[in-house]
T-cell receptor, first 115, second 112 residues
Framework: NAGVTQTPKFQVLKTGQSMTLQCAQD?????MSWYRQDPGMGLRLIHY???????DQGEVPNGYNVSRSTTEDFPLRLLSAAPSQTSVYFC??????????????FGPGTRLTVT | ELKVEQNPLFLSMQEGKNYTIYCNYS?????LYWYRQDPGKSLESLFV?????AVKQEGRLMASLDTKARLSTLHITAAVHDLSATYFC????????????FGKGTKLTVNP
């Protein structure tokens, strides 16, 4: 199992550009989430999904879109990049309730700089 | 709104000493997580605590949960340099929400 994978590892964007951060997991997890990590702020939830076709907003959703067409993939789209979106982005996944397993697995992260 | 506070935010300690990191949260919770993060790396899961009085131990780290006080502790016993990292607690609000809320992290430095 590769676990949770993210691409790219690093990205530099100009203000106003759009891009998609990719996230995939091969553990057949239903729950997937996107977080951003800023210095001194811990991690903050952007969007999450409890299964294919179902997404919801987290704490800081503005400027980001998500969709979940398959169980494996959960891409995060930046619509019009702003310097305030400079951050490290982590994708995570876990099994659904009822399994008795609550472990969250995090991907390696994407470091994004917006100039 | 669920808020999670960790203290201290920075901790410098000598090898061989004991210390405790505290995690307070503001509303009732379903689960509490502890994670470790090394510089430039992802988060590594340490513990998941589900119920009042839960205690889990792994090596020199022991985590406990008091849901009545809304407090979790991460106790470090006889610290070694390899434990230097940032430690995060994270909480899910009660009711089955997946909205995991993180504390700001405790940066631990263990000096020889």
């Amino acid at each position: 199992n590769a676990g949770v994978t993210q691409t790219p590892k690093f990205q530099v964007l100009k203000t106003g550009q759009s891009m998609t951060l990719q996230c995939a997991q091969d553990m057949n997890h239903e729950y997937m989430s996107w977080y951003r990590q800023d210095p001194g702020m811990g991690l903050r939830l952007i969007h999450y999904s409890v299964g294919a076709g179902i997404t919801d907003q987290g704490e800081v959703p503005n400027g980001y879109n998500v969709s979940r067409s398959t169980t494996e993939d959960f891409p995060l789209r930046l619509l019009s990049a702003a310097p305030s979106q400079t951050s490290v982005y982590f994708c995570a996944s876990r099994t659904s309730p009822g399994t008795g397993l609550y472990e969250q697995y995090f991907g390696p992260g994407t470091r994004l700089t917006v100039t | 709104e669920l808020k999670v506070e960790q203290n201290p935010l920075f901790l410098s300690m000598q090898e061989g000493k004991n210390y405790t990191i505290y995690c307070n949260y503001s509303t009732t919770s379903d689960r509490l997580y502890w994670y470790r993060q090394d510089p430039g790396k992802s988060l590594e899961s340490l513990f998941v605590l589900l119920s009042n009085g839960a205690v889990k131990q792994e090596g020199r780290l022991m985590a406990s949960l008091d849901t009545k006080a809304r407090l979790s502790t991460l106790h470090i016993t006889a610290a070694v340099h390899d434990l230097s990292a940032t430690y995060f607690c994270a909480v899910t609000p009660q009711g089955g929400s997946e909205k995991l809320v993180f504390g700001k992290g405790t940066k631990l430095t263990v000096n020889p």
